[in-house]
């Protein structure tokens, strides 16, 4: 046995090697093109100037000229590429965040002195709307979140007080209910609590919920192997 299964273990094992250098080589890819957009994006300072993002000003290199940094927002804040390095410049000039696209007008680039990126750094306007906006789209995620979990509640109860519902397949199911419980809770108080991410408990907690959401999906695969098991 042990012989007619070494080849498929060659080809899962030659497999994975494939994905980890297609990934390497995409993300180098990726890498190369977005540095090549940076001069598409606008620009914070003019040539020969740096950035002093404390002050919102440009200095020229000689510290005899200073300017107004070319944004025009309320506020701003500074982020470094190398901290963050899945943000991007696409073709267009605008600042690609995930699923997010922030508009050239939004953002600029700028050399910080201070710096070590070769790259400059992004400042991005932040305006109190858009905060205002976050809160509440927030908090509107931690309440449902925790609807979800009174309701998981009524469910395991119902599970609880029914004679009939205590098969092993239902208190399978019932330690499905109460992992996806966990993990719906924790990330419900991290939507409403959100000074919490900036603490070292907001690592704690991100290893729990990992932990309760990987135990209900392998819960749900029992379940849904015992179901298959009787209906196939």
Request: aromatic share 12%.
């Amino acid at each position: 046995m042990a012989l007619s299964r070494a080849p498929a273990w060659r080809v899962l094992v030659f497999s994975l090697y494939v994905l980890v250098l297609a990934g390497q080589a995409t993300e180098g890819a990726v890498s190369n093109n977005n540095n090549n957009n940076y001069d598409k994006a606008n620009q914070c300072c003019m040539p020969g100037y740096v950035l002093d993002h404390s002050k919102g000003k440009c200095y020229r290199a000689d510290g005899n000229l200073t300017a107004y940094v070319q944004l025009h927002c309320n506020e701003t804040y500074l982020i470094d590429p190398e901290d963050e390095p899945e943000l991007f410049v696409n073709e267009e000039g605008n600042l690609v965040d995930g699923a997010y696209e922030i508009p050239r007008h939004r953002f600029c680039v700028g050399h910080s002195e201070n710096g070590d990126s070769k790259q400059g750094v992004f400042v991005l306007c932040f305006d109190s709307e858009d905060e205002e906006a976050i809160a509440t789209m927030l908090m509107a995620k931690g309440i449902l979140l925790l609807v979800s979990v009174a309701f998981l509640a009524v469910t395991l109860y119902i599970y609880l007080i029914i004679p009939d519902l205590r098969e092993t397949q239902d208190k399978v199911t019932s330690v499905a209910v109460v992992c996806l419980m966990g993990f719906m809770f924790l990330l419900s108080v991290i939507q409403l609590w959100a000074p919490l991410v900036h603490t070292p408990y907001c690592s704690s907690m991100a290893f729990v919920m990992y932990f309760f959401l990987i135990s209900y999906f392998a819960w749900l695969n029992m379940v849904m192997a015992n179901v298959w098991k009787l209906t196939v």
